[in-house]
């Protein structure tokens, strides 16, 4: 999650040096014009954040290798990078090499290296998840004394640039058949028209209980999946690129895809869910209702993290988050069709502002009806749902007690991470912990050992299995700090 947190607010960062450098703004203080010191600062601003973003391959190449690490995850950031510097000048020469016909390759200049097959995000991705797994496999490494040096911790680079190497020649091979498939995906798409939108957005929206969302998000983004323009692929990075030469209400074919279909039902149909909620709950249990439905309701409102509100309704009442899907699948279609043009990742009220209100031609003000529209549908289905059904929605109880202490050799315990420990089965239970924007990720050695309800005890809106070893737990934003606190407290 990394390179994403960081293009998130590096993106937010170019839409504000975006409003306050167009031509009406600059005509009005002409202090923010390029020649004035303000105005250079600005600019530089601006042009240092489109640079940040032509390197999102890398991005992802070091940051894929250090999350999904176990141990020594610096060890794999370097190798990370090393691995795609090895696996884009490999393919480069290959390229070039004359060997084979490669005159139909997209190929593109990356970090220096001429004539790389142009892989985008795929290669850093593709790269940075072998080179966690070549590190997993081979940090604990021993050789004989005689070359001893080499080994262990050393030894991953140079595994990793072995494999980069063998990989990066193969690339043109694979890349060429790959990305015309990928492109015909993409027209198949646009075919579509607004159908294709809906079908995005409920996509989008239907798979956040199981982490994919994030895949079909950056596939759109930062591909030709989401569009092609002059060479620069993914609704994204189209969308940065020429914003401020083109305009927001140009670039609507690529930002159908990204933040103008989330604003109706995080502003508002998501608030009018939490307080359908709360007015649906017995008066004895509101008090501690209210308090997680305001904090999912503000969370949504103001950066557009859902995962704690959604989560809280998910798996009490599925058939609410299957409305949901839907609202936010025509949600993205209807915004469409109404002619708005909002960019930027976000469906908050920050993103709203900055990628709308301060964007002339994005016809932000469509939002508004829609908007209220949404918060009267979502109160009626989720109360009429709630209260026909008698399902109420519970908030984690603090007061319970511990039933078995943890065994932590030291660190800093509470009581929630005594919860969490016990929850995921105790201390030799726990193999690896991870964590996304809202979710504790979780290798366990025994699933049958997960007390769900010890979980929710420490405040979790959610848990859902991945598999027989592997458990996500749903904390909503505090989960960094969670994770960091566990990773001190079990040493790893």
């Known amino acids: 999650?990394?390179?994403?947190?960081?293009?998130?607010?590096?993106?937010?960062?170019?839409?504000?040096?975006?409003?306050?450098?167009?031509?009406?703004?600059?005509?009005?203080?002409?202090?923010?014009?390029?020649?004035?010191?303000?105005?250079?600062?600005?600019?530089?601003?601006?042009?240092?954040?489109?640079?940040?973003?032509?390197?999102?391959p890398v991005l992802f190449a070091i940051c894929l290798a250090l999350g999904l690490a176990r141990k020594d995850k610096e060890i794999a950031a370097f190798a990370g990078f090393v691995g795609y510097y090895t696996f884009i000048a490999a393919?480069?020469?290959?390229?070039?090499?004359?060997?084979?016909?490669?005159?139909?390759?997209?190929?593109?200049?990356?970090?220096?290296?001429?004539?790389?097959?142009?892989?985008?995000?795929?290669g850093g991705i593709l790269v940075g998840c072998l080179t966690a797994a070549?590190?997993?496999?081979?940090?604990?490494?021993?050789?004989?004394?005689?070359?001893?040096?080499?080994?262990?911790?050393?030894?991953?680079?140079?595994?990793?640039?072995?494999?980069?190497?063998?990989?990066?020649?193969?690339?043109?091979?694979?890349?060429?058949?790959?990305?015309?498939?990928?492109?015909?995906?993409?027209?198949?798409?646009?075919?579509?028209?607004?159908?294709?939108?809906?079908?995005?957005?409920?996509?989008?929206?239907g798979l956040i209980p199981t982490g994919l969302h994030h895949i079909i998000n950056q596939l759109f983004r930062t591909t030709s999946i989401g569009g092609v323009l002059n060479g620069t692929e993914g609704c994204l990075n189209i969308f940065y690129q020429y914003v401020d030469t083109m305009g927001t209400a140009a670039l609507s074919d690529y930002t159908r895809y990204l933040a103008e279909g989330k604003f109706a039902f995080m502003l508002f149909g998501l608030p009018a869910a939490a307080l359908a909620i709360y007015r649906s709950t017995p008066e004895n249990k509101r008090d501690g209702v209210k308090a997680l439905v305001v904090a999912g309701a503000v969370t949504a409102f103001v950066s557009g993290i859902t995962e704690p509100l959604e989560f809280s309704f998910l798996f009490v009442a599925p058939v609410l988050y299957a409305f949901h899907s839907v609202m936010a699948g025509l949600s993205f279609m209807l915004t469409h069709m109404l002619g708005v043009s909002i960019g930027g990742t976000g469906g908050g009220i920050i993103d709203f502002v900055i990628w709308g209100v301060l964007q002339p031609g994005s016809r932000w003000y469509m939002v508004i009806p829609l908007g209220i529209a949404y918060f009267f549908i979502y109160y009626f289905v989720f109360y009429t749902y709630l209260t026909s059904h008698h399902i109420v929605?519970?908030?984690?109880?603090?007061?319970?007690?511990?039933?078995?202490?943890?065994?932590i050799a030291?660190?800093?315990?509470?009581?929630?991470?005594?919860?969490?420990?016990?929850?995921?089965?105790?201390?030799?239970?726990?193999?690896?912990?991870?964590?996304?924007?809202?979710?504790?990720?979780?290798?366990?050695?025994?699933?049958?050992?997960?007390?769900?309800?010890?979980?929710?005890?420490?405040?979790?809106?959610?848990?859902?299995?991945?598999?027989?070893?592997?458990?996500?737990?749903?904390y909503g934003p505090a989960v960094e700090n969670i994770a960091t606190q566990l990773h001190s407290v079990l040493k790893m």
């Open 1 to 56: 999650m990394l390179p994403i947190a960081a293009l998130s607010a590096v993106g937010l960062l170019l839409g504000i040096m975006s409003a306050l450098t167009k031509d009406a703004v600059i005509a009005a203080v002409p202090a923010f014009a390029p020649t004035a010191p303000v105005g250079f600062v600005f600019a530089t601003i601006k042009s240092v954040a489109n640079a940040v973003y032509a390197q999102i």
């Open 91 to 122: 393919g480069a020469a290959m390229v070039k090499s004359g060997l084979f016909d490669f005159s139909s390759l997209d190929t593109a200049t990356v970090l220096g290296v001429e004539g790389a097959p142009n892989m985008s995000a795929f």
């Open 134 to 205: 070549l590190h997993d496999r081979f940090i604990d490494t021993k050789l004989p004394v005689a070359i001893s040096f080499y080994g262990g911790k050393r030894s991953v680079a140079i595994v990793v640039f072995v494999a980069m190497l063998i990989l990066g020649i193969l690339s043109p091979f694979i890349w060429l058949p790959l990305s015309i498939a990928i492109m015909a995906l993409g027209t198949a798409i646009a075919s579509l028209g607004n159908f294709g939108v809906f079908l995005f957005g409920l996509a989008e929206r």
């Open 393 to 407: 929605i519970d908030a984690p109880d603090d007061s319970a007690e511990v039933t078995e202490k943890a065994e």
């Open 410 to 474: 030291e660190g800093t315990m509470t009581p929630q991470l005594t919860y969490i420990i016990e929850g995921l089965g105790g201390v030799d239970n726990i193999v690896n912990i991870n964590n996304c924007i809202t979710r504790l990720r979780v290798d366990v050695k025994d699933m049958s050992l997960i007390d769900e309800d010890m979980l929710k005890k420490s405040g979790s809106m959610g848990v859902k299995k991945m598999s027989d070893t592997h458990i996500h737990v749903i």
